[in-house]
């Protein structure tokens, strides 16, 4: 229920979560959607509490962006990177350490360490023709910091990326995107779309499959057995 009302109505969505802990206090979902109910409603202390809790119950640091951004609301940006640093950054999952990244990036801002802020955000995942989940987010948080340090024109070109990223997702509608899925052979990856402002505006994003290699390697190897044997039926009509 928490889950289902946080957009709408936060508070509302904490009470469920704050009744359910009082139930379950030991589970640590239930213990994990207080504490993103608490940072919805910008009670950082609370949040921070019960992020602690959950990542004690469970073994996982995979709210360790949020338990970042929990002390940056407290005004302790020098802690939050410190946190950051706690955590085998390598070993989270994907999504977790984009999250982490921008967290860490707005720690340095901040700080005040603008350069830094857009170090952060220096990672992997910053690729502006590939879109993932997280893609948006990463993206519009590198326009900012570069809008922030007075590079006007990379900072239109991230945020451009931004966009076009979140309507190739399916988060707007742009009719001039061609999208292709990428990485379907390796099911432990996670899966994203290629993005481009394709000349085919008529193309219809979700008919655009990915090409099956294999297949035309066959066609092609048997179109050339076919040539080869093209000479000999010559020779044999002669």
Same mark, same amino acid.
């Given at each position: ?13 904490? @009470?469920?979560?704050?009744? *359910? ?6 589970? &640590? ?6 504490? %993103? ?5 910008? +009670? ?19 709210? %360790?962006?949020?338990?970042? +951004? ?9 802690? *939050? ?6 955590? +085998? ?9 984009? &999250?982490? &990244? ?12 603008? =350069?830094?802020?857009?170090? =952060?955000?220096? %990672? ?6 590939? !879109?993932?989940? /997280? ?22 070109? /991230?945020? #451009?990326?931004? +966009? ?15 999208? =292709? ?11 994203? %779309? ?6 085919? &505006? ?12 294999? @297949?035309?390697? #066959? ?8 040539? *080869? ?5 010559? =020779?044999? !009509?002669?």
């Amino acid at each position: 229920m928490a889950a289902q009302l946080i957009d709408e109505d936060p508070e509302l969505a904490h @009470q469920h979560a704050l009744a *359910a802990s009082r139930r379950a206090g030991r589970v &640590a979902v239930v213990r994990e959607s207080v504490a %993103i109910t608490a940072y919805a409603m910008g +009670d950082f202390a609370l949040a921070l509490r019960e992020l602690r809790t959950y990542r004690r119950i469970s073994g996982s640091d995979d709210q %360790i962006a949020l338990i970042v +951004d929990s002390e940056r609301g407290m005004g302790r940006p020098d802690r *939050a990177l410190e946190e950051a640093r706690s955590v +085998d950054r390598a070993a989270l999952p994907t999504a977790t350490r984009v &999250a982490l &990244a921008i967290a860490m990036s707005g720690a340095r801002l901040d700080r005040g360490e603008t =350069e830094l802020a857009l170090g =952060e955000l220096e %990672i992997p995942e910053l690729n502006p023709d590939l !879109a993932f989940d /997280w893609s948006p987010a990463l993206f519009s948080a590198r326009a900012a910091v570069l809008e922030d340090l007075g590079r006007g024109e990379e900072a239109a070109f /991230w945020q #451009e990326r931004a +966009d076009v990223a979140a309507a190739a997702l399916g988060h707007g509608d742009d009719e001039e995107l061609i999208v =292709e899925d990428a990485y379907d052979d390796f099911a432990e990856e996670p899966v994203g %779309i290629v993005i481009d402002e394709a000349d085919h &505006a008529d193309t219809d994003i979700d008919s655009v499959e990915p090409r099956n290699t294999e @297949q035309e390697s #066959e066609q092609e190897s048997a179109e050339a057995e076919a040539e *080869a044997e093209q000479p000999e039926d010559a =020779e044999r !009509a002669e």
